[in-house]
């Protein structure tokens, strides 16, 4: 698994303190030495957050999809692979010499994977003893039988890139029909010139180191070899081509990509120790053992801005979680070790990161500076909302000074990017931050949009309750409303649709007829509607 690398994320549905606190986080990680921390961002970024990263020059975080682990993050054995022509004794050496796999993936020229060798390939060949033309069945270059056989050659010319006549070994038996193809081993130099002179062979090995007298104007290629008679025979099969014996149907691969909790299942339903590993473009990237996925680790991961499984990326029960970062409520999480965890009811994510800045005595960059600043005017609303503290506001003060920006001018620029209804329709703008609440038996889903522009947006007032009406009738639910925050009266229009009406008109003070109400100085959801929500319908919110 490669260690070094830390995945630092806020939520789902990411808004900007989850983009905001990841990146900075992750600078601030790498500055004291973590080289391998890095932000991804869980789902797409807002308008909002678009503009953020752009006024700073920072880039969009990579999008995290899951974090289970995958054949990609294992050190696995390098692509070491062989030729489909490559004799026998090659793979043979490969094997023996090979502390690693003792599987040879078969490649042709390009590097893409023909077949696979292993040792039970190789000693059934030379525990056949059925094969007595051993040439029929299987290939032998001869250039690699030479290359076997140490052979050094000395005259004439073997025509055929593959062996493919007949062998002898010692006297050619009578009334053979000898052609260029075929190929005698003789320990004798007189039977030799007999062989050379009367007969039309392709090949004559000379053993036991004869020298190749009176053999100069031979037609055959004459071979000498520092071997008996009986020793060269007995090497000829290791000059098989690997692509003769090697498999090539039911061949268990795997990619990069594949989950390793995946191919853990399918190698627990075979007998294989090795498989090899390939790229898209079917080349060889590696070979997987077993030993590879046992007991391997997860991928380390920093939970910024949430803590709740729900909300976080796919497969973090595989994760090695090994640190949080949070202002919300403690929820569900459990960790198998000990983390480190930096929890406080702050308005933002990202003052708890510059405490930590401060912390680690780390400079704060210019660009993280407005990163973390405009993430904390987005949390608390311009420090408009009751979750604003005053450590909030000074921490920004002291960011806004850092990236030279003026507070007041760049929240308004900024909520006005992100509130920007020429950009998306009313069904986009309800699902930009949209979360669901139980309360006892009824459910509600309620989401908030800020915005600049109040009456050009309650102009729409109409199209609104269609579409919570439209989202009302598509979804489960008791009630779907819409928190409409205007940033400069410091209040929002509460909008109610569902049978569980009277739960608003009760809260809000809204009437049996009325579909929608302006609440003044109301602008937190979790603080302000929420628990009076809970209060009308007789309970607590979960
Ligand atoms: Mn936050």
Same mark, same amino acid.
């Given at each position: ?27 601030? %990680? ?12 869980? !789902? ?16 969009? /975080? ?66 056949? $003893? ?25 005259? =004439? ?13 010692? /006297? ?27 007969? $039309? ?12 007298? +009176? ?45 390793? $909790? ?32 046992? !007991?391997?680790? =997860? ?38 070790? /000990? ?7 702050? !308005?933002?994510?990202?003052t708890i990161i510059y405490k930590m800045y401060k912390e680690h005595e780390a400079e704060i960059p210019k660009d993280m500076a407005g990163l973390m600043l405009a993430a904390i005017l987005s949390d608390t609303l311009n420090f408009t909302s009751p979750t604003s503290t005053s450590i909030d506001k000074a921490t920004g003060e002291k960011l806004a000074a850092i990236a030279g920006v003026d507070i007041a001018e760049f929240g308004r620029a900024m909520f006005k990017a ?21 309360? +006892? ?17 309650? %102009? ?30 410091? +209040? ?5 649709? =569902? ?31 929420? /628990? ?6 007789? +309970?607590?919110?979960?």
């Amino acid at each position: 698994m490669l260690q070094d690398k830390v995945y630092i994320f806020g939520h789902k549905n990411p808004d900007t303190d989850s983009i905001c606190a990841a990146v900075a986080y992750a600078n601030l %990680k790498r500055e004291i030495g973590v080289v391998g921390a890095t932000a991804y961002r869980l !789902g797409d970024i807002s308008l909002e957050t678009e503009f953020v990263l752009d006024y700073f020059g920072v880039p969009i /975080p990579e999008l995290l999809t899951d974090v289970k682990g995958r054949i990609g993050d294992l050190k696995v054995y390098d692509p070491v692979s062989i030729l489909e022509t490559e004799p026998i004794k090659t793979a043979w050496d490969m094997m023996l010499n090979s502390d690693t796999s003792r599987l040879v993936p078969i490649t042709d020229g390009s590097n893409k994977l023909k077949g696979i060798l292993g040792m039970g390939n190789v000693t059934q060949i030379f525990m056949d $003893d059925s094969d007595d033309d051993i040439t029929e069945h299987h290939e032998i270059l001869y250039e690699n039988l030479i290359r076997i056989l140490n052979g050094r050659q000395v005259g =004439g010319n073997y025509k055929y890139e593959q062996f493919c006549g007949n062998l002898y070994a010692g /006297p050619v038996p009578d009334g053979a029909v000898i052609c260029d193809k075929d190929i005698v081993i003789s320990g004798s130099i007189e039977n030799a010139w007999k062989l050379a002179y009367e007969y $039309d062979f392709g090949c004559i090995i000379l053993t036991n180191g004869i020298a190749p007298k +009176g053999l100069e104007n031979a037609k055959a290629n004459i071979v000498c070899v520092n071997a008996s008679t009986f020793k060269v025979v007995s090497l000829i099969k290791q000059a098989i081509s690997v692509r003769s014996i090697m498999n090539t149907s039911g061949i268990i691969s795997f990619t990069k990509d594949d989950y390793i $909790d995946k191919v853990l299942e399918i190698m627990r339903g075979n007998r294989f120790r090795n498989f090899p590993i390939i790229n898209d473009d079917g080349t060889l990237y590696g070979v997987l053992s077993r030993r590879h996925v046992m !007991g391997v680790a =997860g991928k380390k991961v920093i939970m910024v801005d949430h803590n709740e499984r729900s909300q976080s990326v796919e497969g973090l029960e595989q994760a090695d979680i090994i640190e949080i970062i949070d202002h919300h409520r403690l929820a569900d999480i459990q960790t198998e070790a /000990p983390l480190y965890s930096h929890m406080e009811p702050l !308005g933002c994510t990202c003052t708890i990161i510059y405490k930590m800045y401060k912390e680690h005595e780390a400079e704060i960059p210019k660009d993280m500076a407005g990163l973390m600043l405009a993430a904390i005017l987005s949390d608390t609303l311009n420090f408009t909302s009751p979750t604003s503290t005053s450590i909030d506001k000074a921490t920004g003060e002291k960011l806004a000074a850092i990236a030279g920006v003026d507070i007041a001018e760049f929240g308004r620029a900024m909520f006005k990017a992100g509130t920007n209804l020429d950009k998306m329709s009313i069904a986009e703008m309800l699902n930009v931050d949209r979360k669901r609440f139980s309360f +006892g038996e009824k459910s509600a889903y309620i989401s908030q949009f800020n915005t600049l522009d109040f009456e050009a947006v309650m %102009k729409r007032k109409d199209e609104i309750l269609q579409e919570l009406a439209n989202f009302y009738n598509a979804n489960e639910c008791s009630l779907a409303m819409l928190m409409l925050t205007d940033l400069d009266r410091n +209040g929002s229009e509460i909008f109610a649709v =569902g049978r569980a009406k009277e739960m608003a008109d009760v809260a809000f003070g809204m009437k049996s007829d009325q579909n929608h109400i302006f609440l003044d100085g109301v602008v937190s959801r979790k603080k302000q509607i929420v /628990p009076d929500l809970s209060k009308a319908a007789g +309970g607590s919110a979960v």
